[in-house]
């Protein structure tokens, strides 16, 4: 089991960059799986990016894909999402959780462990 804490949202302009960070508890954190999904007002949760155990496989939405950077420090408990070249659309509350099963996964009821959000607000 662990539990996330996501931190680093805000409020930036369009073009802009954000870092975010899910610290979690549990010494078994470095044996999981890792994903970010984001969901705005009205709509679905929406898969965002994953990252394996390893640090080294990683999966994308494509709507992300190219902007965005996931990545993980399993010696700090911690994974990170790098945002570059934000736009109003990434505008949504960003959430950690540990996969089920592998990163290959994009639907929500495949993670678990979700953590309470951080929120990400993109001006034009």
């Known amino acids: 089991q662990v539990q996330p804490v996501e931190s680093g949202g805000g409020l930036v302009q369009a073009g802009g960059s954000l870092r975010l960070s899910c610290a979690a508890s549990g010494h078994m954190f470095s044996y999981y799986d890792m994903g970010w999904f984001r969901q705005a007002p009205g709509k679905e949760r929406e898969f965002v990016a994953a990252v394996a155990w390893n640090g080294r496989d990683t999966n994308y939405s494509p709507s992300v894909k190219g902007r965005f950077t996931i990545s993980r420090d399993n010696a700090k408990n911690t994974i990170y999402l790098q945002m570059n070249s934000l736009i109003p659309e990434d505008t949504a509350t960003y959430y950690c959780?540990?996969?089920?099963?592998?990163?290959?996964?994009?639907?929500?009821?495949?993670?678990?462990?979700w953590g309470q959000g951080t929120q990400v607000t993109v001006s034009s």
């Open positions: 959780a540990r996969a089920r099963s592998s990163i290959t996964g994009t639907t929500s009821v495949l993670y678990d462990n």
